[in-house]
């Protein structure tokens, strides 16, 4: 079964540092997200993406994320200052539609921010 | 608020049993939910699915029913297994329809 790929898969970093998170979508899949879990807590959604535009966002997404689709495979997420705080889970996934269609997960990229 | 969470955090059940895992929303214009488990150090993976036109679905040793009345959601795993053993998340669609938003997980553990 195709599957979404996530790399690296565990990125320790510093505080005030940048972080791009990888992800290869499912290749036929349309709509991509990130989401996060921090340890022991629910997957929380972070952002949609489609059509090479931001679909929809959570509060937790703020001016310090950013996601980009720079070719045809990848889907990154960018932290551009990271804070203790974002040291989570994050999960990137893809689907053929909008959230009323099933999501494709990956692993996770576990962040540390030190 | 939270609009979607679970009554329970853990369960336990002796393998062969089945087990009923409960999810409450407080959505009521929600009109699609989904079960996803998470296995230690995994991402979510879909169970099943339902659309609030249905009270009831089946899949294989899973059914997921639908109480619109109450905004209640259930899992139903039948003659659970070790490999059953996850965290496993309710979840509805964001209003916009282009999301999910997660519940905070049942723990089942299956005991031989």
């Known amino acids: 079964e195709p599957e979404v790929t996530q790399t690296p898969s565990h990125q320790v970093t510093q505080m005030g540092q940048e972080v791009i998170l990888r992800c290869v979508p499912i290749s036929n899949h349309l709509y991509f997200y990130w989401y996060r879990q921090i340890l022991g807590q629910k997957v929380e959604f972070l952002v949609s993406f489609y059509n090479n535009e931001i679909s929809e966002k959570s509060e937790i997404f703020d001016d310090q994320f950013s996601v980009e689709r720079p070719d045809g495979s990848n889907f990154t997420l960018k932290i551009r200052s990271t804070k203790l705080e974002d040291s989570a889970m994050y999960f990137c996934a893809s689907s053929v539609g909008t959230g009323k269609e099933k999501l494709f997960f990956g692993s996770g990229t576990q962040l540390s921010v030190l | 608020g939270e609009s979607v969470g679970l009554h329970l955090p853990t369960l336990s059940v002796q393998e062969g049993d089945n087990s009923i895992i409960n999810c409450a929303y407080s959505?009521?214009?929600?009109?699609?939910f989904i079960w996803y488990k998470q296995e230690s150090g995994k991402g979510p993976q879909f169970i099943i699915d339902?659309?609030?036109?249905?009270d009831k679905r089946q899949g294989q040793r899973v059914t997921v029913l639908l109480n619109k009345t109450v905004k209640h959601l259930s899992l139903q795993i039948a003659a659970t297994q070790p490999g059953d053993s996850a965290v496993y998340f309710c979840a509805e669609t964001t209003n916009s329809g282009y999301a999910l938003n997660f519940g905070k997980g049942t723990s089942l553990l299956v005991t031989p």
């Open positions: 959505n009521s214009a929600s009109d699609y």
């Open positions: 339902i659309r609030s036109n249905m």
